[in-house]
């Protein structure tokens, strides 16, 4: 009863914590690792010995897997130099980095030791880094890095912890730890591939989403299991079959499954996360105890604590720059056609905050071991320092060095053309079915996608102070479907409909009113007007096509045929080769498609203020 009520207060004050942190404005891991240090010395707070089994095998798995899933495999592989330069290169450096400070230090503490706590503090955390990473919205290319040197380079670190302490026991030769680092990578990889094969046969029999989503929540321990038992890595073998698995999902899966999964496994991951952080916090007292009764002098305890938090953050730095412009030297990033300024550098390598990996590899540390409670102060106060000043920090950085976020409406014009160039094959594949419709079935669904396609369109820009199309569609449709419920829960009261029923229905309207609150959500919001976004490809029409031009609103442009008409139009278009004005497809009588059909003229611009996209009519691609 006891652990019951804790692990329900355990739950209680995280999501208590980060509620306060949304409303302060604080990243919720650095709150509640202050909350979990306070309650420490709060009467009656029980005392957290976090195990090391308990995390390795009970938190990282499932962790690992939420992140692997939901990383792009395309952005992953676009990446993979600078990932594999951080999660294996930089690891070992700083491990002995690391290690040679704390041996100068504390020259009792021998080299293999001192190494294996080098490890130890050595791998980033994803939980941390991306967690303040998209809060803060830094670059994409930023935030891929970060999670993949993070989903790799726990294995470097257990792999070398492990080879450090059998050194200081037994003594290893390099050709061991070669072959040891070898099958723990490879084999790691190739136990994760044989995870994926068998879990993607057993989805593709599998089409009850309840059935889908139990076999998601055994995959990481199954994965994990496997490769530990074959002595091989499990933290690679999560992540290999996480990342394909998230990239086959839209084809081995329904899609009430990859829904339901991605649902359940963001949930897992936010209580997790937030719980991690809180148990690190749990940690200080019985940590700052036991290093009172070391036989280390209090001032080289402090040195040497505050001097590896220092050398953990220098030596990324160090890593990064030289890997950067010496190894790496990336090509033009895709969003912006060039290469990504020193700016980016130097906050990937100010986003090296260490987490709950750190603590628990620390843990792993034999007990007998001489100068334990050492070891583990320095590993609480590089992942306590680390969170604290880089985390508090790193956006006060990204904001003095200019580093630009991801702007809502560049992904907006990407949206809006990926949709347009999807429905363009679904209306071939239309085209294709028999015609036989006596119904008028196929024209509905032509509008149908047509109205998607307009919504999305709609979010890029829309006349100042007038409500879009969309927008008053779903403020329309909300307001019914909350009448139309209100009317099911009366029939429902009277107990003369079956309950199945009752919630079938309710169901349906749930699911329309959940589509409508996305497109709403995604749709709010103050961002600056779109900038020139190349999606996809690009053709010769756009090649050749004159540029755009760029409009304000004192140029007072109008749809001259919707002023004879009397009407109102959504936003504006120009075509570049003739220069007429006119509406949008969002507007009630089309003129700019009109254009096309009327002249062929190709490609046409936003005559929006502030925006300079252009659109090909014949390939469906934006420029």
């Known amino acids: 009863m006891e652990i019951a009520l804790f692990l329900v207060a355990l739950v209680v004050v995280v999501l208590a914590g980060t509620a306060l942190a949304d409303r302060v404005g604080l990243p919720a891991p650095l709150l509640l690792i202050a909350i979990g240090v306070v309650g420490t010395f709060v009467p009656h707070v029980p005392e957290v010995h976090l195990e090391a089994e308990v995390v390795l095998l009970g938190l990282l798995p499932p962790l690992l897997y939420a992140a692997a899933i939901q990383t792009s495999l395309v952005d992953f592989n676009a990446n993979r130099r600078t990932i594999g330069l951080l999660s294996v290169g930089l690891v070992v450096f700083t491990a002995f980095g690391v290690g040679a400070i704390v041996h100068l230090i504390v020259p009792s503490i021998s080299w293999p030791i001192a190494i294996a706590i080098g490890a130890v503090v050595a791998p980033p955390d994803a939980v941390a880094a991306t967690a303040i990473a998209r809060s803060i919205g830094l670059p994409r290319r930023v935030v891929t890095i970060l999670e993949g040197e993070s989903l790799l380079n726990d294995a470097t670190a257990l792999v070398s912890l492990r080879t450090a302490l059998a050194a200081a026991s037994v003594g290893v030769h390099t050709l061991e730890v070669g072959v040891d680092f070898l099958w723990a990578s490879l084999g790691g990889a190739a136990l994760g591939f044989v995870v994926f094969v068998v879990v993607a046969k057993l989805r593709k029999l599998v089409t009850d989403p309840l059935m889908d989503t139990a076999i998601s929540l055994v995959t990481p321990f199954a994965a994990y299991l496997l490769a530990e038992e074959l002595e091989s890595s499990g933290v690679i073998s999560v992540v290999v079959a996480g990342l394909l698995l998230g990239h086959k999902a839209p084809i081995i899966q329904t899609a009430q499954s990859r829904i339901a999964e991605r649902i359940n496994w963001r949930t897992i991951a936010f209580l997790l996360e937030n719980t991690v952080f809180l148990l690190i916090g749990l940690q200080a007292r019985w940590i700052l105890e036991g290093v009172a009764d070391s036989e280390i002098a209090p001032g080289r305890i402090a040195a040497v604590c505050a001097a590896s938090l220092a050398a953990a953050i220098v030596l990324r730095m160090v890593w990064v720059f030289a890997a950067r412009y010496a190894l790496v030297r990336p090509g033009p990033d895709p969003a912006t056609g060039h290469a990504p300024p020193w700016q980016y550098t130097f906050i990937l390598g100010w986003a090296g905050m260490r987490g709950v990996v750190t603590l628990a590899a620390a843990f792993v540390i034999p007990e007998e071991t001489e100068h334990r409670e050492v070891l583990l102060l320095i590993a609480f106060t590089v992942v306590a320092g680390t969170l604290f000043i880089q985390g508090l920090s790193l956006p006060w950085v990204a904001r003095r060095l200019r580093v630009p976020s991801p702007d809502p409406l560049d992904d907006a014009l990407a949206r809006a053309a990926l949709l347009q160039q999807a429905s363009k094959a679904g209306f071939i594949a239309l085209d294709e079915l028999d015609h036989d419709d006596p119904h008028g079935v196929y024209d509905l669904i032509r509008q149908r996608v047509d109205q998607r396609n307009f919504a999305a369109w709609e979010q890029l820009s829309t006349t100042q102070g007038q409500e879009s199309p969309s927008d008053l569609y779903a403020r329309a449709r909300l307001a019914m479907i909350d009448a139309e419920r209100q009317k099911v829960l009366k029939v ?110 190709p490609v046409m611009q936003s005559a929006q203020p502030g925006e300079d996209w252009r659109w090909c009519y014949v390939h469906h691609l934006t420029g």
């Open 492 to 601: 429902r009261s009277t107990g003369t409909v079956p309950s199945d029923v009752v919630r079938e229905v309710l169901a349906i309207l749930d699911v329309e009113e959940s589509m409508l609150d996305i497109a709403t959500a995604e749709a709010d919001g103050d961002a600056p007007r779109a900038r020139r976004v190349v999606v996809g490809r690009s053709c010769d029409h756009l090649d050749t096509a004159g540029p755009a031009v760029a409009f304000t609103a004192e140029d007072g442009l109008t749809c001259q045929q919707c002023v004879e008409l009397g009407s109102h139009w959504v936003s504006l278009r120009r075509c570049l080769a003739c220069g007429n004005v006119a509406c949008c497809d969002s507007s009630p009588h089309r003129h700019a498609t009109e254009h096309f059909h009327d002249t062929t003229h």
